[in-house]
């Protein structure tokens, strides 16, 4: 049996890159985050030769740390005040902003429906339309049907509704 290299990182708090939780978020590929990342990087970091394998572990872990941490996301309150995940005050309340953010293009299509079942079901179509992966349409139609859920059992301003239930800023509550 061949000696493989064994990858190991431990972080406390969580190190948490907003720019692949970005790429996650519009439901990018590892591989297709690691291209990015290995672009996006200075020159002199090519010249080592396990860099990209290492890129690529980094991202992986990510990409693994987000799909636990989208339960908490799911509900800001759970998510702001959890202690399983050391993540940084400021990088929880930039992360829920960032997962509650929708594409224009992507909502305008859900006006209008009741956003049942089979609106899920048909999201391939406005995945197709927008351009946009599959993965960032469910968790946008997701969103939205669970903001509409919990405002609707509340009454008062809307726009305060969704700021304090989800933890959202001012700007992106009125939208």
Not at 16 to 29: E, P
Not at 68 to 83: A, I, N
Not at 89 to 110: K, L, N
Not at 150 to 155: N, S
């Amino acid at each position: 049996m061949a000696n493989r290299p064994v990858i190991v990182t431990v972080s406390h708090p969580v190190d948490v890159d907003l720019t692949v939780f970005s790429l996650w978020l519009k439901g990018m590929s590892l591989q297709g985050a690691t291209r990015i990342r290995i672009n996006n990087e200075p020159p002199v970091t090519q010249l080592f030769s396990d860099y990209p394998t290492l890129l690529l572990a980094e991202t992986e872990e990510m990409y693994r740390l987000f799909n636990s941490l989208e339960p908490y996301l799911q509900s800001p309150p759970t998510f702001l005040s959890q202690f399983i995940y050391q993540v940084p005050f400021f990088t929880r309340h930039r992360m829920i902003e960032m997962y509650y953010t929708f594409d224009d293009t992507v909502v305008r299509e859900f006006i209008g429906k009741k956003l049942s079942g089979k609106d899920r079901r048909d999201l391939d179509d406005v995945s197709e339309k927008t351009g946009l992966s599959l993965k960032s349409c469910k968790r946008q139609f997701d969103n939205v049907k669970r903001v509409l859920k919990v405002v609707d059992d509340f009454d008062g301003s809307l726009v305060d509704n969704v700021k304090h239930q989800f933890h959202l800023p001012d700007e992106l509550a009125q939208r």
